[in-house]
Each structure stands twice: as structure tokens, then as C-alpha cells.
């Protein structure tokens, strides 16, 4: 198994909500790329463009929400790729 030991985290802000994203990659050469950095920043102006999509059981509970899998493959990238396409 290999390990995805290295990456970015992108944070983003509007109306009064906020979104983490971490995304991994095997190495730090990949993380430093600059397609690898705008894609951490556009699937974190996703994330949190779908903010109310996301589990509101969860956010309740916890104040934050998660994203899970299916949810996040479908996420429309601001270049209007799907995630799924663009990794």
C-alpha cells in the first residue's frame, strides 16, 4: 500500500461559513505543482459552494459537516469539471 504522506490544505470563507480541504498526494513534488495547488483551491471554492448539500444531522451534532465520497466526486469544480473527471 502506498502512503499519501504529503499534500495541501486550501481554506475558503463567504456568507458566514468557512470550508477546510486537505487533499494528499504521494509526494511533495506533486503537492508543489501548480495544477495540484489550483486544484486543492477549486475543490475547496466547491466544497463550500455546496456547503448546504452537506450532512445537516452532522453539522448540528458537531458545528461541521463532511463531505462524503459520492458527494464529493460530483462536486462541479469552478472550471466546470466534475471532481471525479479532474483526478
Known sequence: ???AAHGLVAARAAGGAG???EVNS???FVARTPEFRAFTA???AAALARQAD???E???ATGAARVDAVLLEALELPTGDRVADAV
Open 26 to 28: 504521494e509526494t511533495d
Open 54 to 56: 452537506m450532512s445537516a
Open 42 to 44: 477549486d475543490l475547496a
Open 58 to 60: 452532522i453539522r448540528a
Open 19 to 21: 470550508c477546510l480541504v
Open 1 to 3: 500500500d502506498r502512503v
